[in-house]
Every structure is written in C-alpha cells, then in structure tokens.
Antibody, heavy 121, light 106 residues
Framework: QVQLVQSGAEVKKPGASVIVSCKASGYTFTAYYIHWVRQAPGQGLEWMGWIKPSSGTTQYEHKFQGRVTMTKDTSTSTAYMELNSLTSDDTAVYFC??????????????WGQGTLVTVSS | SYVLTQPPSVSVSPGQTASITCSGDKLGHKNACWYQQRPGQSPVVVLHEDTKRPSGIPERFSGSSSGNTVTLIISGTQAMDEADYYCQGWDSSAVVFGGGTKLTVL
C-alpha cells in the first residue's frame, strides 16, 4: 500500500536549520511530485513547494525562496525538506504529499503523517 | 499574491445540506480540489477536478463550479463530517490553499 512516512518531531533553536524526511513506498517514486505543506498551530495549510523526483526540479513558494531546499534520494525513495534560519514563526506541522505527474486531477492523494517542528529558545 | 477565499465557519444540522464556497480569480483556469482535515490528522482529498469524487469518498460529497467559485456540498451531513475543509487551486505551477472552513454539525 502507498505510504509516505515522515521523520520524527524536532525541537530547534532560533537561527538553526531543520531537515524533515519523507520516505515513500508502495508506488513508483519518480512518477509523482512531492509537495511540502505546513500548518502552524491552529492555522490553515500553507504550501511551501514541490520537487519532481525524476529530475530534481523544484519550485518554491516565493515566501520561502532562499530559505528552503528540497532534495530527493531516488535510491531510497526519500524526499527531504530543509528549512534554514528558523524563527518561532516556523513552528508548525510539516507535511509531505504526492501528486501524480500529468494527472488531470492535480490533487494530493496521499499525505505523510506530519512532522512537528518546534522552534524555541 | 493569489488568494482563495472561504468562509471561516459553516454550521449545519445533522441530515441537512452544507455548502462551502471557495472564490478566486483563477479558479476557472485550472482544476480545484477539496480536502477534509479532522483534528490531529493529515488532510484527505474529498473532491478533485472541481466536482469529482475520489474512490472511497461517500456519495454525499459533491461539488459545483461556476465562474470563479467552486462549492463543496455535503448532503445528509453526518456528525463525522465535522472537520476543517480547505479548497486548493493553482497559480500557474504554484499551489494555493484557501484559508479553510470549520464545519460544525450541531
């Protein structure tokens, strides 16, 4: 069955960096984009960007450009999201989700379980 | 930047019909979808391509699309439908989410 399994919760100090991983299984990793979405406590969903695992091509939401890097390891079917220069505003649950490349639906049909990142001094 | 507008909250009585709207200038250009998110859980897609229901989603979930507005309709609303609902659209190849609507089943 399709699964996106994310790494565990993180606690970071302001100014630090965090890397969240998303390990895919049950499907062809390179056939789907991996998107990253975050949700601050009590807030809505915020899209951060996507990576195309077959090529490594990325697109980032303008707000995060210069501070986020999305990468992949096709040998382990794992996507990574690194966020730098953390502030308390980055405290959120971070989700990965997949989108079938070339599909008419253009939706995220499977999501990871979420990773809580807490930024606190 | 591109904005999708949803009402913050909608209330409905059990068995009645709930409608949640999502408005945005570019909704007519590309497909939109809807996600349900229950507390502490990951979102689940309940409609895609504006009005189509993915497999496994109950028939009481349906949608409509007109101009720059898409609408999620839940017929015969059940207590288990109480959740946050988000529309999602596109600004070229960038994803945009609506602000979310809290559906309360009274």
């Amino acid at each position: 069955q399709v699964q996106l399994v994310q790494s565990g919760a993180e606690v970071k100090k302001p100014g630090a960096s965090v890397i969240v991983s998303c390990k895919a299984s049950g499907y062809t990793f390179t056939a789907y984009y991996i998107h990253w979405v975050r949700q601050a406590p009590g807030q809505g969903l915020e899209w951060m960007g996507w990576i195309k695992p077959s090529s490594g091509t990325t697109q980032y939401e303008h707000k995060f450009q210069g501070r986020v890097t999305m990468t992949k390891d096709t040998s382990t079917s794992t996507a990574y999201m690194e966020l730098n220069s953390l502030t308390s505003d980055d405290t959120a649950v971070y989700f990965c989700a997949r989108e079938f490349i070339g599909a008419a639906a253009e939706d995220f049909d499977y999501w990871g379980q979420g990773t809580l990142v807490t930024v606190s001094s | 930047s591109y904005v999708l507008t949803q009402p913050p909250s909608v209330s409905v009585s059990p068995g009645q019909t709930a409608s949640i709207t999502c408005s945005g200038d570019k909704l007519g250009h590309k497909n939109a979808c809807w996600y349900q998110q229950r507390p502490g859980q990951s979102p689940v897609v309940v409609l895609h391509e504006d009005t189509k229901r993915p497999s496994g989603i109950p028939e009481r979930f349906s949608g409509s699309s007109s101009g720059n507005t898409v609408t999620l309709i839940i017929s015969g609303t059940q207590a288990m439908d109480e959740a946050d609902y988000y529309c999602q659209g596109w600004d070229s190849s960038a994803v945009v989410f609506g602000g979310g609507t809290k559906l309360t089943v009274l």
